[in-house]
């Protein structure tokens, strides 16, 4: 198991509502990133986030958005929530942007929209 | 942008013997190639990595992964399987995005996943 936890595991919501998912990242990595998984595909690269700055982003609009805090952990952010939102959403840390020691998955957050 | 192709869905492989994941890759520049497993209702576990270095790269779990420059392939092997192995693997590789830092924006691609059964 890695050191990086994520809440909720589990989450419904109406069509049109907002939610927030959170990630603690694993002690010392300074950069998260969040991924998209929807049902039967791979995980989808949403956005990165690096000493609190958001730090790219994939084909995701602009509803989608995330925090970084100075302990590292991080929010996504989904607003006006449509039914193709349903996912597990899963929340990567690393030591740095480098990537060369890869990324550090938590458990995700299986977000059911209805 | 980079991408990987992993051309099996499924996988099935008898109990005791050897399984081969197969993965190719498209990049430009050097490879940065990842492995991972995801096990029922769970996150991402790393399994191993090529960066440079050595064309067979040992792992996690007694997998290893088989850098080939010429096929453009990275396959995921094991001599001998176990149940226990049975899930979801997925291929991935770096990819460099926008970034605002200027430092660059290092995140993963993956491939769609290939499912692996070993029958008992």
């Known amino acids: 198991e890695t050191g990086v936890t994520q809440s909720p595991t589990h989450l419904i919501k109406t069509r049109g509502q907002q939610v927030t998912l959170r990630c603690s990242s694993q002690s010392g990595h300074n950069t998260v990133s969040w991924y998209q998984q929807a049902l039967g595909q791979g995980p989808q690269f949403i956005f990165q986030?690096?000493?609190?700055?958001?730090?790219g982003r994939g084909n995701f609009p602009p509803r989608f958005s995330g925090l970084q805090f100075p302990n590292y952990s991080s929010e996504l952010n989904v607003n006006a929530l449509e039914l193709d939102d349903s996912a597990l959403y899963l929340c990567?840390?690393?030591?740095?942007?480098?990537?060369?020691?890869?990324?550090?998955f938590g458990p995700g957050t299986r977000l059911t929209v209805t | 942008a980079q991408s990987v192709a992993q051309p099996e869905d499924q996988v099935n492989v008898a109990e005791g013997n050897p399984l081969t994941v197969k993965c190719t890759y498209s990049?430009?520049?050097?490879?940065?190639l990842f492995w991972y497993v995801q096990y029922p209702n769970r996150g991402l576990q790393f399994l191993l990595k090529?960066?440079?270095?050595?064309?067979l790269v040992k792992g996690s779990y007694g997998f290893e992964a088989e850098f080939n420059k010429s096929q453009t392939s990275f396959h995921l092997k094991k001599p001998s399987a176990l149940v226990s192995d049975s899930a979801l693997y997925f291929c991935?590789?770096?990819?460099?995005?926008?970034?605002?830092?200027?430092?660059?924006?290092?995140?993963?691609?993956f491939g769609k996943g290939t499912k692996l059964s070993v029958i008992p």
């Open positions: 990049v430009s520049g050097n490879p940065y």
């Open positions: 990567a840390s690393s030591p740095g942007l480098a990537g060369g020691r890869g990324q550090y």
């Open positions: 090529y960066i440079t270095g050595d064309n």
């Open positions: 991935a590789v770096r990819d460099v995005g926008v970034a605002y830092s200027g430092a660059g924006s290092y995140q993963l691609t």
């Open positions: 986030y690096y000493r609190e700055e958001e730090n």
